[in-house]
């Protein structure tokens, strides 16, 4: 048999067209994994039913579980206006977002699917809990637009506002991006400040996904950066690749190929499950290209909080070339308070961690703070 290679042109679009394919609306996704109306607890059930009335509410029709549509005046839901106009602006602010191949990784009928859980919209997001604010990080108030300087020796590009996926716990959901869109003059700016403080050896490219930029557009940034004598490292960190494996493909090999300084990708996988096996392809090839390949997790509630699974992950990650690098406590950000794991269950989750694996595959635990020169390290009282 006779194998014909596929196109670059038609790869490349590829990526393209499963963003422009991104899951948006519930009840499509909930088709998509067979999950039935039996299977949703009734707190979401009635959350759904409110977001269906206030969806459709112009023509009347409601969407049901079998993606046939009914007349609202048929079905006895009165959802009250305050809670619809909640939900409404819930989603204004931070839609739903699922790309196709990540959605294929969900298991079939699981309400509980540990990748689904982190990208449906959830009730408990309108509980407020003291401490938990929009920008716990207080990030959004920086000298140079789309810059953040934090620590010392590294600085940080928002190279892109928006991911290919909303996790529902992000830290950033409430970031400002419209008024950090970056443009020539603004990036002559970001790199007058990176050349000027010899400080910094290293450049993040984040956002938002940095991967979302075109290639082009990593390609010329990623010139630039090499021509700065104090920069030694360029870090990619994205979870794109996870999401939609096709993103690596023979234009950003290039890219990547093309950079002389270190480049190091910090991938975003919280569960083993996130990881496909068209993921570690991709793995291997930017392996094959001198990426170091690093991975942070958040710890979360209900996903990832134990430490079976988090082993699971440091094997999974190991197994596709990539290092266990952070474990993050979850940033307090407004509207995720329900993904919460307090610091004594996951001094208990690390201690099990390094009774079970070798210490280069126990991620560091710990915590941003504002206002510290450095992440913050969470003393596990193992001694
Ligand atoms: C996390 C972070 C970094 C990188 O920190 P490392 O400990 O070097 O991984 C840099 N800048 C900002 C603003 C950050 O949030
Ligand atoms: S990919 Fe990262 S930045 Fe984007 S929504 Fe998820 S956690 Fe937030």
């Given at each position: 048999?006779?194998?014909?290679?596929?196109?670059?042109?038609?790869?490349?679009?590829?990526?393209?067209?499963?963003?422009?394919?991104?899951?948006?609306?519930?009840?499509?996704?909930?088709?998509?994994?067979?999950?039935?109306?039996?299977?949703?607890?009734?707190?979401?059930?009635?959350?759904?039913?409110?977001?269906?009335?206030?969806?459709?509410?112009?023509?009347?029709?409601?969407?049901?579980?079998?993606?046939?549509?009914?007349?609202?005046?048929?079905?006895?839901?009165?959802?009250?206006?305050?809670?619809?106009?909640?939900?409404?602006?819930a989603r204004?602010l931070f839609p739903m977002?699922?790309?196709?191949?990540?959605?294929?990784?969900?298991?079939?009928?699981?309400?509980?699917?540990?990748?689904?859980q982190q990208v449906i919209p959830q009730n408990a997001e309108f509980e407020e809990r003291v401490g938990f604010v929009s920008d716990p990080l207080?990030?959004?108030?920086?000298?140079?637009?789309?810059?953040?300087?934090?620590?010392?020796?590294?600085?940080?590009?928002?190279?892109?506002?928006?991911c290919?996926v909303n996790c529902r716990y992000c830290f950033r959901r409430h970031f400002?991006?419209?008024?950090?869109?970056?443009?020539?003059?603004?990036?002559?700016?970001?790199?007058?400040?990176?050349?000027?403080?010899?400080?910094?050896?290293?450049?993040?490219?984040?956002?938002?996904?940095?991967?979302?930029?075109?290639?082009?557009?990593?390609?010329?940034?990623?010139?630039?950066?090499?021509?700065?004598?104090?920069?030694?490292?360029?870090?990619?960190?994205?979870?794109?690749?996870?999401?939609?494996?096709?993103?690596?493909?023979?234009?950003?090999?290039?890219?990547?190929?093309?950079?002389?300084?270190?480049?190091?990708?910090?991938?975003h996988?919280n569960?083993?499950?996130?990881?496909?096996?068209?993921?570690?392809?991709?793995?291997?090839?930017?392996?094959?290209?001198?990426?170091?390949?690093?991975?942070?997790s958040v710890l979360l509630a209900g996903i990832n909080n134990?430490?079976?699974?988090?082993?699971?992950?440091?094997?999974?990650?190991?197994?596709?070339?990539?290092?266990?690098?952070?474990?993050h406590l979850l940033d307090p950000v407004k509207g995720a308070s329900h993904f919460d794991v307090n610091?004594?269950?996951?001094?208990?989750?690390?201690?099990?961690?390094?009774?079970?694996?070798?210490?280069?595959?126990?991620?560091?635990?710990?915590q941003e703070?504002?206002?510290?020169?450095?992440?913050?390290?969470?003393?596990?009282?193992?001694?």
């Open positions: 048999m006779q194998i014909i290679p596929k196109k670059t042109a038609s790869v490349e679009t590829h990526w393209k067209k499963e963003l422009a394919n991104t899951f948006n609306d519930l009840y499509e996704l909930l088709n998509f994994l067979q999950i039935k109306e039996k299977n949703i607890p009734l707190a979401y059930r009635q959350r759904i039913e409110c977001l269906a009335a206030e969806s459709d509410s112009e023509n009347n029709n409601i969407h049901t579980f079998n993606g046939k549509t009914q007349n609202k005046n048929t079905i006895n839901i009165q959802p009250s206006q305050s809670i619809i106009n909640k939900h409404n602006g204004k977002r699922v790309p196709r191949p990540f959605a294929a990784l969900m298991e079939k009928g699981n309400w509980h699917d540990p990748l689904l207080e990030e959004q108030n920086g000298s140079v637009e789309g810059l953040i300087h934090k620590y010392k020796s590294r600085v940080l590009i928002v190279v892109k506002g928006g290919a400002p991006y419209q008024s950090n869109q970056l443009n020539k003059k603004k990036y002559e700016q970001i790199l007058d400040y990176i050349r000027n403080d010899t400080h910094i050896n290293e450049v993040i490219l984040s956002g938002g996904d940095p991967l979302m930029a075109k290639d082009e557009h990593l390609s010329w940034l990623i010139h630039e950066l090499n021509q700065i004598n104090n920069i030694k490292r360029i870090r990619v960190h994205t979870r794109l690749p996870v999401v939609i494996p096709s993103r690596i493909n023979d234009e950003f090999i290039s890219v990547v190929s093309s950079c002389s300084s270190k480049l190091i990708m910090v991938l996988i569960h083993p499950n996130e990881i496909s096996d068209e993921l570690k392809s991709k793995m291997d090839w930017l392996k094959q290209n001198n990426v170091t390949l690093l991975n942070q134990n430490a079976n699974v988090l082993s699971e992950l440091s094997e999974a990650l190991f197994a596709t070339n990539i290092l266990p690098y952070y474990l610091k004594n269950d996951a001094r208990q989750i690390m201690s099990e961690l390094y009774n079970t694996l070798p210490g280069f595959l126990v991620p560091k635990l710990v703070l504002p206002n510290r020169k450095s992440k913050t390290p969470i003393d596990l009282g193992l001694e």
